[in-house]
């Protein structure tokens, strides 16, 4: 049996699905599971992802909590790691999640870095890892990891549209606080530089707020797609 299981939902992500998975092939030669989770995409991502990958499969219906779950029910290893397919994981993170395996430790996740140069990532970027620290709220975008046995307890991702990686987090905070590791992921800043540093961060901050008062997360979700189609 896998010791890590690594799970990444994807949708059109053709552009870099076959660089994200090359880089998790020497994990996965030492044993690492890697399972990618396909919510109907329409640009080649399955066929691109199969020779890189343990096993690729296909969610009935889109959906990172859908599709995540999926991949968790499949999935072999005792620790699951989440992985969005535009974020890279640090360099040393197997022994890290070695000695936090080691330690025993329930969940965590890793503190995050834009992949953009703009000086208002950097803002973004302290301020996401400092409040995670305070709140131990994770968001997706830092790599949740959770010992199996804790994820399927509490009962995985809610099935909801948007927020499921907070909603997660308030299930597994409720059992422990999470380890916040300062090893540094890199996911992309594709959506700031698209839509605009300001609007976005704005954006952001007021759907959380939003999901924080009861919101229901399908409407947040219309939202957030409008904003970024536009």
Same mark, same amino acid.
């Given at each position: 049996?896998?010791?890590?299981?690594?799970?990444?939902?994807?949708?059109?992500? @053709?552009? !870099?699905?076959?660089? &994200?998975?090359?880089?998790?092939?020497?994990p996965r030669r030492r044993g690492v599971e890697v399972i990618v989770v396909d919510g109907?995409?329409?640009?080649? &991502?399955?066929?691109?992802?199969?020779?890189?990958?343990?096993? !690729?499969?296909?969610? @009935?219906?889109?959906?990172? @909590?859908?599709?995540?779950?999926?991949?968790?029910?499949?999935a072999g290893g005792e620790y699951l790691l989440?992985?969005?397919?535009?974020?890279?994981?640090?360099?040393?993170?197997?022994?890290?999640? &070695?000695d936090v395996y080691e330690r025993s430790a329930a969940w965590g996740r890793f503190d995050v870095r834009l992949s953009g140069r703009h000086w208002l990532l950097r803002l973004v970027e302290t301020m996401m890892n400092r409040r995670s620290r305070v709140t131990g709220i994770a968001t997706g975008d830092q790599v949740i990891f959770v010992r199996r046995e804790l994820f399927e307890r509490v009962g995985g991702f809610p099935d909801i549209a948007l927020m499921e990686d907070i909603a997660l987090s308030r299930r597994l905070r409720s059992c422990? @606080?999470?380890?916040c590791l300062r090893d540094k992921v890199v996911t992309s800043s594709r959506r700031w530089e698209k839509n605009g540093m300001i609007k976005t961060i704005l954006l952001m901050w007021w759907l959380r707020l939003r999901f924080y008062f009861g919101t229901d997360p399908d409407r947040l979700a219309r939202i957030y797609s409008t904003d970024d189609s536009q």
């Open positions: 049996m896998a010791q890590f299981s690594i799970i990444i939902p994807v949708l059109n992500e @053709a552009s !870099v699905i076959r660089q &994200t998975l090359q880089r998790l092939q020497p109907g995409s329409g640009d080649g &991502t399955p066929k691109l992802a199969k020779p890189l990958a343990d096993h !690729v499969l296909r969610s @009935a219906s889109k959906g990172r @909590a859908r599709q995540m779950n999926l991949g968790a029910q499949g989440f992985l969005h397919a535009d974020t890279q994981l640090p360099d040393r993170w197997l022994s890290r999640l &070695t422990g @606080a999470p380890l």
